[in-house]
């Protein structure tokens, strides 16, 4: 069994599955191929910060907080947050990730 596909960087809106060949070989060495496509199952990610309205990065891609994706389950996927912010004139530094690792954290 052979599985080809990729593991990082799309959403739902890509066009991603992954293929699966199954090859067998008789005694005589004889084979046969039989390949499927298989689409891998979704979930609604939420990225929230606190304040809200905060720049964050998703694999490159740049957001406001709160934003809502579709995603690719098991797909390796990077966010970032900024060092800081400046949110009613007040200063917010990242402290770290919420326990649900979908909100940030900032502190002031």
């Not at 966010?79 to 009613?88: H, I, L, R």
Request: hydrophobic fraction near 40%; charge should be negative.
């Amino acid at each position: 069994v052979n599985v080809t596909g990729p593991i990082a960087g799309h959403s739902t809106q890509d066009n991603v599955y992954f293929i699966v060949t199954l090859t067998v070989t008789n005694a005589a060495g004889v084979s046969s191929s039989t390949s499927i496509n298989l689409r891998p199952l979704e979930v609604n990610m939420t990225l929230t910060s606190n304040p809200p309205g905060v720049t964050l990065t998703m694999d490159n891609n740049v957001f406001v907080a709160p934003y809502v994706t579709d995603m690719l389950i098991g797909f390796n996927t990077v966010v970032e947050a900024p060092a800081g912010t400046c949110y009613n004139s007040v200063q917010y530094n990242f402290a770290g990730w919420a326990s649900s690792l979908n909100s940030k954290v900032l502190s002031d």
